[in-house]
């Protein structure tokens, strides 16, 4: 049982630049999230899925893109990468959205858009 | 809109000593709240989850409450070790149909323990 798992670890982009972030999960979790964190700062939500085939925004969707065609995966696009999207990104997943659910992390990923 | 805030952004404390980090959040419509622990350049750990009917949660030498009616939740370190110096995260969960989990994160609290 691996978890949430999260590639790469690290990436450095030029400005203009394209890339998928992967995260995959192996707890059969139905809900899915992608989250951003700037330096200094708590963590904020770019896009959730509930399910396989749904997907919606979350706080700063702007430059980002997302599918969900199975339970495990979850992939987070970046179009034409700017600046601004220097961030450790952090895909996470929990079984059900109610009390008893805590959400699972993965480790992250760094990315640097020069 | 949800917003969460912790107190002090950063701690400094000796072995051994006691501690309190604070939250809080404006909406108090909430399934659950979480603290995580980051150490640097990692990602997550859940320490405790205390749902929006409990009061506290204990695990070890961690305690946390939650007061939901004034949006306040305390986690409580005792003993403190340099081991857990981190950064300490506090998160809560919006109630509600169309909240389906979504995390809204306070900014941290970083906590030094020197020997």
């Known amino acids: 049982n691996a978890g949430v798992t999260q590639t790469p670890k690290f990436r450095i982009l030029k400005i203009g630049q394209s890339m998928t972030l992967q995260c995959a999960q192996d707890?059969?979790?139905?809900?899915m999230y992608w989250y951003r964190q700037d330096p200094g700062m708590g963590l904020k939500l770019i896009y959730y899925?509930?399910?396989?085939?749904?997907?919606d925004k979350g706080e700063v969707p702007n430059g980002y893109n997302v599918s969900r065609s199975t339970t495990e995966d979850f992939p987070l696009r970046l179009e034409l990468a700017a600046p601004s999207q220097t961030s450790v990104y952090f895909c996470?997943?929990?079984?059900?959205?109610?009390?008893?659910?805590?959400?699972?992390f993965g480790p992250g990923t760094r990315l640097t858009v020069t | 809109k949800q917003e969460v805030t912790q107190i002090p952004a950063a701690l400094s404390v000796p072995e051994g000593e006691n501690l309190v980090l604070n939250c809080s959040f404006t909406?108090?419509?909430?399934?659950?709240l979480q603290w995580f622990r980051q150490d640097p350049g990692k990602g997550l750990t859940s320490l405790l989850l205390?749902?929006?009917?409990?009061r506290e949660q204990t695990s070890g030498r961690l305690n946390a409450s939650l007061d939901k009616s004034s949006g306040r939740s305390t986690l409580y370190i005792a003993a403190s070790q340099p081991g857990d110096s981190a950064t300490y995260l506090c998160?809560?969960?919006?109630?509600?149909?169309?909240?389906?989990?979504?995390?809204?994160f306070g900014q941290g609290t970083i906590l030094t323990v020197h020997p």
């Open positions: 996470a997943s929990s079984y059900y959205p109610d009390g008893w659910s805590e959400q699972y």
């Open positions: 707890m059969n979790h139905n809900y």
């Open positions: 899925s509930v399910g396989a085939g749904i997907t």
């Open positions: 909406d108090s419509a909430i399934y659950n």
């Open positions: 205390i749902q929006s009917s409990q």
């Open positions: 998160a809560v969960s919006g109630a509600g149909g169309t909240s389906y989990g979504k995390l809204t």
